[in-house]
Structure formats: structure tokens, C-alpha cells
């Protein structure tokens, strides 16, 4: 007959480093989910003051500004379309080395 004394304790803790990596996985997914929310605020705020400077309620280029506020919110700007009513704006961040993408519409 085998002995099996301590076989308990084995499959505890693999149930329980089993627990942990589940419990990691879902914190990395809600980081980055709420990083994305992030983004897209931060993108459709930017896209707003473009709007703004555009029609000139703020002083400054559309384009020029929204790289200044993307820049010192840690996100490069990859498109900026001014047209006669409304600016398109697309950015990314790097988040834990997955990038982020977002993108607004503003105008009048």
C-alpha cells in the first residue's frame, strides 16, 4: 500500500495557488478596463478643448493643444482632423505594456 500522508496539504495548496492566479488575472482585467475608461475620458475631453480652441472660446490650435494635453497626460496623439464644424481625435497610452486606443468626435 502507497502512503499518502501530506497529499492533503499538496492539493490545498495547489487549490490555493490556483485561487491566487484566478484572483490576479481578474485584477489586471479591471485595472486595464478602468485605464481604457480613462483614456476614453481623457480623449473626449481633449477632442472638447480642440472644439473649443477651434471656435475660439480658447486660445490656441486644436491640434497644437490636444497634443500638449495628451503629452502631459502620458498619451500620444495619432490623428488629429480639424474640419470646418468638428475635430476627430485618435490617441494611445501604454498601460503595463498593453496600449490603449480611444477615440472622440467633437463639434458644433
Known amino acids: 500500500m502507497v502512503n499518502e500522508q501530506g497529499?492533503?496539504?499538496?492539493?490545498?495548496?495547489?487549490?490555493i495557488l490556483m485561487l491566487s492566479l484566478g484572483?490576479?488575472?481578474s485584477l489586471t482585467k479591471a485595472e486595464l478596463l478602468s485605464s481604457q475608461v480613462r483614456i476614453q475620458q481623457l480623449v473626449d475631453q481633449i477632442a472638447?478643448?480642440?472644439?473649443h480652441a477651434q471656435r475660439g472660446i480658447i486660445?490656441?490650435?486644436?491640434?497644437?493643444?490636444a497634443?500638449?494635453?495628451a503629452k502631459a497626460n502620458l498619451a500620444k496623439?495619432?490623428?488629429?482632423?480639424?474640419?470646418?464644424n468638428t475635430?476627430?481625435?485618435?490617441?494611445h497610452a501604454e498601460h503595463?505594456?498593453?496600449v490603449l486606443r480611444a477615440r472622440a468626435l467633437a463639434g458644433f
Open 7 to 15: 497529499s492533503g496539504t499538496i492539493l490545498s495548496i495547489g487549490l
Open 48 to 51: 472638447l478643448d480642440a472644439s
Open 59 to 65: 486660445s490656441g490650435f486644436p491640434c497644437e493643444l
Open 77 to 84: 496623439i495619432e490623428l488629429c482632423e480639424v474640419t470646418e
Open 67 to 69: 497634443n500638449q494635453v
Open 87 to 91: 475635430v476627430r481625435l485618435e490617441l
Open 23 to 25: 484572483f490576479l488575472i
Open 96 to 98: 503595463v505594456g498593453i
